[in-house]
């Protein structure tokens, strides 16, 4: 089980009306993720996600959740 409790992201100016729907999306991607093992994380700080500008939301979750899975340990992406 994947247990997120306090999810922030940082989006560039002009997302703001859709940062709550990509920070759900993200939680969406990341509950179907294939999870083995165990980890622990106080913090988990990502680089850049770099995406297309007209890229839609789930486009940016699913990028958004793709470099989380990269960087925890157990967790296939």
């Given at each position: 089980?994947?247990?997120i409790?306090?999810?922030?992201?940082?989006l560039?100016?002009?997302?703001?009306?859709?940062?709550?729907?990509?920070?759900?999306l993200?939680?969406?991607?990341?509950?179907?993720?294939?999870?083995q093992?165990?980890?622990?994380f106080?913090r988990?700080?990502?680089?850049?996600?770099?995406?297309?500008?007209?890229?839609?939301?789930?486009?940016?979750?699913?990028?958004?959740?793709?470099a989380m899975?990269?960087?925890?340990?157990?967790?296939?992406?």
């Amino acid at each position: 089980m994947l247990k997120i409790d306090r999810l922030r992201l940082s989006l560039p100016p002009g997302y703001e009306a859709r940062a709550e729907r990509i920070a759900r999306l993200v939680a969406d991607e990341l509950a179907a993720l294939p999870i083995q093992g165990d980890a622990s994380f106080d913090r988990l700080t990502l680089p850049t996600v770099e995406v297309g500008r007209n890229a839609s939301n789930r486009q940016i979750a699913s990028s958004v959740a793709g470099a989380m899975a990269a960087h925890l340990g157990g967790i296939k992406p």
